[in-house]
């Protein structure tokens, strides 16, 4: 089972930009769909962004797209997310995942999880 770290979060100003790392270690990287979640304190956790095992599917969901970048490199075990114009209610908790499912689904069991990463919008 693959072992998850997360770098790059922090406090920026609205409209500024903000790339979040994950790296992983421990399984194949890439057979894994990978994603990157965030929670708010009191709400429950969303996938805002997932990338299959070798970027051959990409999905976003509205509020990010078109501002946030989810990409991979296998050759470095590593997932990243550009985000860029941010929005004070982009603050949140962001959090990296994989699954063994080949693409995401409502359903898609997530098998390994980073600790977490706090990123912070001021308006």
């Known amino acids: 089972q693959v072992q998850l770290v997360e770098s790059g979060g922090g406090l920026v100003q609205a409209g500024d930009s903000l790339r979040l790392s994950c790296t992983a270690s421990?399984?194949?990287?890439?057979?894994?769909?990978m994603a990157w979640f965030r929670q708010i304190p009191g709400k429950e956790r969303v996938s805002i962004a997932a990338i299959s095992a070798h970027s051959n599917n990409i999905w976003y969901i509205a509020a990010v797209k078109d501002r946030f970048t989810i990409s991979r490199d296998n050759a470095k075990s590593t997932v990243d997310l550009q985000m860029d114009n941010l929005k004070p209610e982009d603050t949140a908790v962001y959090y990296c995942?994989?699954?063994?499912?080949?693409?995401?689904?409502?359903?898609?069991?997530?098998?390994?999880w980073g600790q977490g990463s706090q990123v912070t919008v001021s308006s």
């Open positions: 421990g399984g194949d990287f890439s057979t894994y769909l």
């Open positions: 995942a994989a699954s063994t499912d080949e693409l995401l689904r409502p359903n898609t069991k997530w098998a390994s």
